[in-house]
């Protein structure tokens, strides 16, 4: 859990990981209160997803089975 929530804090697509209840409402605050963070997730996801970064799962199953993944 911790790690996932490192790589999307690095890739800009989600918060970064909370511990405790203030952290997390903190971070709630945050979403709520600023006006450009969710904006801002949105876009890194739609980024990503076009440079094909959440594509993993894909790319194993073409390895295993050595066939082209296709939408």
């Not at 997390?24 to 709520?32: E, K, P, S, V």
């Not at 959440?54 to 089975?65: F, H, I, P, R």
Request: proline share 1%.
């Amino acid at each position: 859990e911790m790690w996932g929530a490192i790589r999307g804090a690095e890739i800009g697509d989600s918060t970064v990981e909370t511990r405790t209840i203030p952290e997390t409402l903190q971070a709630i605050d945050l979403l709520t209160d600023e006006d450009d963070l969710l904006t801002m997730y949105c876009e890194h996801i739609v980024k990503n997803k076009s440079i094909g970064i959440y594509d993993g799962a894909y790319k194993c199953v073409e390895l295993a089975t050595g066939r082209k993944f296709e939408r």
